[in-house]
């Protein structure tokens, strides 16, 4: 095993400093702010709300939509052309997979909770953030659901398992797996599921474990953020 | 409407007073070269600059460029949906442009690198994060801030290779600083930062960009209704002492930072 110490200092199993708040967005019926050290999230949701075009109302319950967004300037290299792109659309849509499952719009038929989540700087692990951020602010805006959502990046640096990994060990001239991982703060399953690189099953299987042991961390912070909002409204 | 011909807002501001806070704050993100974040009251925007090297307009092969652009974000109000620009992003961007590239804030030509080959395009991407009333001159300001804040990537001659995780030292040649404010005119009065409910009922407004040394630099009219001369006269003399409000605090802030 040839990375032994990690390019930031970390260890292995250790995740970035991790900031959140909730309320931070007046206009919206609730928000977040979740910062993993270089990537920032911004979340906002609207709704419920009626769903346009009325064909993809369901009378049953209401549903999810992500938007997940990069502003200009926030990747690590040239400027990113607004407008969305292939990424954007298809990360919104994992995005709102891992969500979903806790969510429950039963009480609300042919409405729609829209999730808009923009990154003004980004160091990798975007999409995990995004996903911890609107899971804050769908619980802000008092959303009904079963269980909280906290995601994380893990992954393998040649040949060492880590967690939350920077972009520049996605990048570390070796082999590496970067595994973005979604866990249910109650059932420890599973809601997002991804991979680039190459792993071996049995340390594919140690990396989402430690995904599930540092999501507890996050899961305190999320909570912390959202007890402070409630603290502030009753003051 | 009867409110403000009594010299009273809904929110109990005198028709020339700003919402409180106003607050900015500088490197709020560490991959744009330069970038602010602006509070006017509960409206917040983001202003971030990008910088790139490209090939000169055959028209001026001696000078580089600046593009601002502006996204009213689905985040930032109900009122927004995803898509492409609506003409009300479409005119933010054109006015907070109007201030800086029109008003030649930026000497273009120390943009050049080499004659008719490369040289520096800038673009600022003004973004809402809150829109509470009043982008125009939360917009202006985050930009002016921005460029103020911002440095050069490191570039390599060599290897024609911009490294964009280095900044150099050196800054964003500015020949002057303009700062927008937008006076309204609702019902007879006119008034300064108006909020979101006042800009739905407003009869015409005029942003006027100012530099350093009260010279307008930039206009621009809105609304259905006329102006007139004596009036336009009136949203010059507030322009001009409300951009210098603004212009203290953003340099206060600025120097606050340095140290």
């Known amino acids: ?12 199993d250790e995740i970035r400093p991790i900031e959140a708040k909730a309320g931070v967005i007046p206009n919206a019926d609730g928000s977040a702010y979740f ?5 920032v999230a911004y979340a906002a949701v609207y709704g419920p709300r009626e769903l346009f075009p009325k064909h993809l109302q369901n009378p049953k319950k209401g549903i999810i939509r992500c938007y997940y967004n990069m502003m200009p300037f926030s990747g690590s290299g040239e400027r990113i052309r607004p407008g969305g792109n292939r990424r954007a659309q298809e990360i919104s849509m994992v995005m709102t997979n891992a969500l979903n499952p806790v969510v429950d719009l039963s009480a609300f038929p042919n409405t729609v909770v829209d999730i808009f989540v923009e990154l003004p700087q980004t160091d990798a692990g975007t999409r995990c953030a995004a996903i911890c951020a609107a899971c804050i602010a769908l619980a802000d805006a008092g959303i009904p659901m079963k269980d909280m959502v906290s995601a994380v990046a893990v992954g393998q640096v040649d040949g ?8 520049d060990e996605e990048a570390y001239p070796a082999i590496v797996s970067d595994i973005p991982v979604a866990i249910l703060h109650n059932s420890k399953e599973v809601t997002l599921l991804q991979m680039d690189g190459e792993i071996s099953k049995e340390d594919l299987i140690k990396a989402v474990e430690m995904a599930q042991k540092v999501s507890e961390k996050i899961y305190q912070v999320q909570k912390q953020a959202l007890k402070d909002k409630f603290a502030r409204e009753e003051m | 409407m009867q409110l403000a011909k009594q010299g009273k807002r809904l929110d109990g501001r005198g028709l020339l007073d700003y919402r409180g806070p106003i607050e900015l704050n500088t490197e709020i993100s560490w991959t744009a070269e330069g970038s602010a974040q602006v509070r006017i009251g509960e409206t917040v925007v983001l202003a971030g600059v990008k910088m790139s090297l490209e090939k000169p307009y055959n028209d001026t092969p001696d000078e580089g460029g600046i593009t601002i652009n502006a996204e009213l974000l689905p985040l930032s109000s109900p009122e927004y949906e995803p898509g492409p620009p609506q003409i009300k992003a479409i005119e933010l961007a054109r006015v907070t442009d109007r201030g800086i590239r029109e008003s030649k804030a930026i000497d273009v030509k120390k943009l050049c690198l080499r004659l008719g080959e490369k040289a520096w395009f800038i673009t600022i991407d003004i973004i809402t994060i809150n829109d509470a009333g009043n982008l125009f001159d939360a917009a202006s300001m985050a930009a002016l801030a921005a460029l103020k804040n911002a440095h050069f990537p490191v570039f390599d001659e060599t290897t024609g290779v911009i490294d964009y995780h280095k900044k150099t030292t050196t800054k964003i040649p500015l020949q002057k600083e303009p700062i927008s404010v937008t006076v309204y005119k609702i019902n007879g009065s006119l008034l300064v930062d108006p909020s979101s409910e006042e800009e739905e009922s407003y009869d015409a407004r005029l942003s006027i960009a100012t530099d350093e040394k009260g010279i307008i630099s930039a206009l621009q009219k809105g609304g259905v209704a006329p102006l007139t001369v004596e009036e336009i006269a009136r949203m010059m003399e507030i322009a001009v002492v409300k951009a210098k409000f603004l212009r203290n605090i953003l340099n206060t802030e600025l120097e606050k930072k340095r140290k």
């Open chain 1, 1 to 12: 095993m040839a990375y032994t110490k990690r390019l930031d200092g970390r260890k292995f």
């Open chain 1, 160 to 167: 060492a398992i880590v967690a939350d990994l920077i972009y």
């Open chain 1, 35 to 39: 910062k993993a050290g270089n990537t």
